[in-house]
């Protein structure tokens, strides 16, 4: 009898011990199957799709609800990255705009040796918008200054169409080409200009005329920077 009451008995807690595993394996597969419901398998995992309605209907409640935290704060984290890098970008390029003014600012102050007119600082730039670039030019007016220059700046554009080269004068929108400039010790202009698809700017060129000059006094060319 002992011996028949000990065979039960250890036939109970075996049979105990695999419904207990059993239990916690279907537990474990049900996790497995949440995740793949959140991630997604194969080429879907990158969209992180889920959906906390269709997941509370065939799974445990309380993995799904712990799950969709989870894949909410991803997104946040993912958002915030984003944000930060723009800000990173703007900061950046406020930088490069202060340090241009900075570097003006002191050869401003140490004094222009320079007699007449020059060009101090003349860039290209090509915008983020295909087709759109911007220009600036600062001129400085050294030496002895009996008054104001006065003159006239005009603008040539050098552009490369596939294989055909040519230059173009920038004009205003009333049609002029030459741009009226007055000024004592210095003059800062920012502009920009369009040009064709699937043209490119090689360089632009900056003449500088007296009033009522013929003659370039001074000529400046840059080249395109992004």
């Known amino acids: ?3 028949i009451i000990g065979g039960v008995l250890l036939g109970m807690f075996g049979w105990g011990m695999h419904e207990v595993g059993k239990r916690d394996a279907i537990e474990q597969q049900e996790r497995l199957d949440l995740f793949d419901d959140a991630s997604g398998t194969g080429d879907d995992k990158a969209s992180y799709v889920f959906d ?8 445990k409640q309380k993995l799904c609800g712990e799950i969709g935290d989870l894949m909410q704060q991803l997104q946040i984290n993912s958002t915030a990255s984003e944000n930060l890098a723009e800000q990173v970008k703007v900061l950046t390029s406020e930088n490069d705009r202060l340090k241009e003014k900075l570097v003006f600012l002191q050869h401003l102050v140490s004094g222009n040796t320079k007699t007449g007119v020059s060009v101090h600082q003349f860039t290209l730039k090509e915008m983020q918008t295909p087709g759109h670039y911007r220009y600036a030019l600062t001129l400085l007016q050294g030496g002895e200054k009996d008054g104001n220059f006065t003159g006239n700046l005009r603008f040539q554009v050098k552009l490369l169409q596939g294989k055909l080269s040519k230059i173009i004068p920038l004009t ?14 210095f003059h800062r202009m920012e502009e920009s200009f369009k040009v064709p698809p699937d043209t490119v700017v090689e360089q632009i060129q900056v003449q500088i005329f007296k009033s009522g000059g013929t003659k370039a006094i001074v000529m400046e060319i840059a080249h395109p920077s992004s």
């Not at 906390?52 to 799974?59: D, I």
């Not at 205003?172 to 010790?185: I, L, P, Q």
């Open 1 to 3: 009898m002992i011996v």
């Open 52 to 59: 906390p309605g269709v997941c509370r209907q065939t799974k």
């Open 172 to 185: 205003t929108k009333y049609a002029k080409r030459d741009f009226s400039v007055s000024f004592k010790a």
